[in-house]
């Protein structure tokens, strides 16, 4: 059991450069978010996907889309890297908001220079 | 507006002894309270989940309380190991809106010989 995938695990970018970052779970879960974590800053929503077919903004949006694929599914796109959106990227999941278990992938690290 | 509040930042241990993690929160109408042990580099993963009536639970080492009325909740390590140095955030999910989990920044705790 898989649990919750994350591709890629590093990634460096120019300033200006686009990427995909990818996240798939097995778990036949409902809702699937994107946080970003910063030093002193824990972790921040940037866009989170109820269910299939929904996405919302989170706190942290701008600069940043998303796609929910499918229900197993959630990437997020960086159009136009910018400097300031070097962290570190965790896609997480979940059955069901107010009960379930938030399970969390191994994260996906970019830098942009 | 709903806020996670932990504390202390930091913490550094000797091996073998115990420590307690507060985390305080203003997050209504709540629902659950999560604890996770997140190891540098990795992503987090759960260590507890508590609802509205439940004031303790425990997971081997770990125990947590939680004060509904006050808004309150511990994390109490018996026995620390050099495994358990970590950062340890707390999570509460509101029963209701668009972002339901409020993540606290976290407390890192360092367990050393």
Same mark, same amino acid.
């Given at each position: 059991n898989a649990g919750v995938t994350q591709t890629p695990k590093f990634q460096v970018l120019k300033t200006g450069q686009s990427m995909t970052l990818q996240c798939a779970q097995d778990m036949n879960h409902n809702s699937m978010y994107w946080y970003r974590q910063d030093p002193g800053m824990g972790l921040r929503l940037i866009y989170y996907s109820?269910?299939?077919g929904t996405t919302d903004k989170g706190e942290v949006p701008n600069g940043y889309n998303v796609s929910r694929l499918?229900?197993?599914e959630f990437s997020l796109r960086l159009e136009s890297a910018a400097p300031s959106q070097t962290s570190v990227y965790f896609c997480a999941s979940i059955i069901q908001v107010y009960t379930g278990e938030l399970?969390?992938?191994e994260g996906s690290r970019l830098t942009v220079l | 507006k709903n806020q996670v509040e932990q504390s202390p930042q930091s913490l550094i241990i000797l091996e073998g002894k115990n420590c307690t993690l507060q985390c305080n929160y203003t @997050? +209504?109408?709540? +629902?659950n309270l999560r604890w996770y042990k997140q190891d540098t580099g990795r992503g987090? @993963? +759960?260590?507890?989940?508590?609802?509205? +009536?439940?004031?303790?639970k425990s997971n081997g080492r770990y125990t947590a309380t939680l004060d509904a009325d006050t808004k309150q909740s511990s994390l109490h390590i018996t026995a620390s190991q050099l495994s358990d140095s970590a950062s340890y955030i707390c999570v509460v999910s509101a029963r209701s809106g668009n972002t339901p989990l409020v993540f606290g920044k976290g407390t890192r705790l360092s367990v050393i010989a």
């Open positions: 109820a269910s299939e499918n229900k197993r399970f969390f992938g | @997050v +209504s109408p709540f +629902s987090p @993963v +759960s260590l507890t989940i508590m609802t509205f +009536s439940e004031n303790t």
